[in-house]
């Protein structure tokens, strides 16, 4: 998939799910594996960063998260 | 046709020859008459010569059966007061006589059809059998029994695993790339990895194990110069039926991104 899934870890940084071929869409294992009450984001992977250098330094914006909550 | 009480009284030598001849006659011609005879006894015959019926009286001389109609020049013997030939004699509907007549067996397919025979090329699902469940229960148990007994040998072949030591399965696996912005390569029974930082991933699984006391087992490899490979759980980190965080780390105890990140579970 060339998707990815972001939410916020609970320390403040952004967590970037990348999902398995498994047989389920990406919006069922978003729902399945975000954090229970974590709003995500469904973003393409070109626009994750591919610099990790300041990993722990990436933030993301609550209010962009609206794709959905974690069940 | 003749019919007497069976009754030789006392008289005068030409009466008793005519009553012993009434008498005889009624023995040769079995009671024959449109009315029954004034006198009966047990077992008694009477032709019945209204109805053309031959019958007899039953034991206790209460009653009379039929046993033959008189058919033109033939008879039509009679069971149980039916005329046989044309009789409903059970409503079993296995057997061919549960048929209204036996005529309907002229052809081989409609015997076949009466008897619920299977072996009937128009009917290979068996559903004229009336056995045919049972008889699919038989073939079905001795087909597991069979796989059953078999299994356990071709997969120990399979997997060349010898000594009579127990095998347990891996439940779930994944190998990913954990540099830039990770990507999954295969995986079994995981749905989805999470990079939560740098070194710091937890794995969600597609199918929750029966509890989080599995094992888990990791490898990797570095292509940077880096250290070697330590791949293990963190501190505190979920460990759950549907989730395991782990941790790759260099040999100076330093979280870092392995561009081959590989881990098993088993329970």
Known sequence: MNQRIIYKTDAGGVAIMTPAD????????????????????????????????????????EADLTDGVGA | M?????????????????????????????????????????????????????????????????????????????????ALGTASVQPDTRYAHRSNNLSDLGSATTARANLGAAEDSSDP???????AAARRGLVQQKLINLILDTIPGLVEAELNASGTAPMYACRAWVNFNGEDTASIRASGNVSSITDNGTGDYTVNFTTGMEDANYAMSG???????????????????????????????TSGANVDDYPSVEVMFFR
């Open chain 2, 125 to 131: 699902n068996f559903t004229n059998d009336p056995n």
């Open chain 2, 219 to 249: 490898s990797g490899e570095d292509t940077d110069g880096a250290g070697d490979v330590t791949i293990g759980r963190p501190n505190g980190g979920t460990k759950t039926t549907t989730a395991c965080r782990i941790k790759t780390v």
């Open chain 1, 22 to 61: 498994c047989g389920l869409t990406i919006e069922q294992i978003a729902a399945k594996d975000v954090p229970t009450g974590k709003p995500y984001k469904i973003v393409d992977v070109a626009d994750i960063p591919t610099d990790r250098q300041w990993r722990a330094e990436w933030t993301v914006d």
């Open chain 2, 2 to 82: 003749a019919q007497h009480d069976y009754n030789i009284g006392d008289q005068n030598g030409f009466d008793f020859l005519v009553d012993l001849n009434n008498a005889l006659s009624a023995i040769a011609t079995n009671n024959a008459g449109s009315s029954e005879p004034n006198t009966t006894f047990a077992h008694m015959l009477w032709f019945d010569t209204n109805n053309d019926l031959m019958k007899m009286r039953n034991q206790a001389n209460s009653a009379w059966v039929v046993v033959a109609k008189k058919d033109g020049s033939g008879w039509t013997p009679y069971r149980q007061g039916t």
